[in-house]
């Protein structure tokens, strides 16, 4: 799936959000939504899929983790509208 496809859901944005203050198994996460366990996992490998979540192995538990490297794309993109911004910009300080 699409990083921006992704992050298209509100429950998987939430989940960035909790991910981002530290690693979580599904149960602990699951436990903070309103939506099933099953259904968390399912985001948490639409996550995965993106490359936005990566899964770790500690000891007998399974922690997702936020995988930095997978906003690389959505940095991209948010950027490329500063290059017409600044173009607006200097077309507007040049008049």
Do not use: C, K
């Amino acid at each position: 799936m699409d990083v921006m496809d992704a992050l298209g859901n509100p429950v998987r944005r939430q989940i960035l959000v909790q991910l981002r203050r530290a690693p979580m198994p599904v149960g602990q996460l699951a436990d903070r939504f309103s939506v099933s366990r099953p259904a968390i996992s399912r985001h948490l490998r639409v996550l995965h899929d993106a490359g936005l979540v990566q899964l770790q192995h500690d000891g007998s538990r399974n922690l997702y983790a936020i995988r930095v490297q997978g906003f690389r794309a959505v940095r991209e993109f948010i950027d490329s509208f500063w290059d017409t911004a600044l173009a607006q910009l200097e077309d507007l300080a040049g008049r």
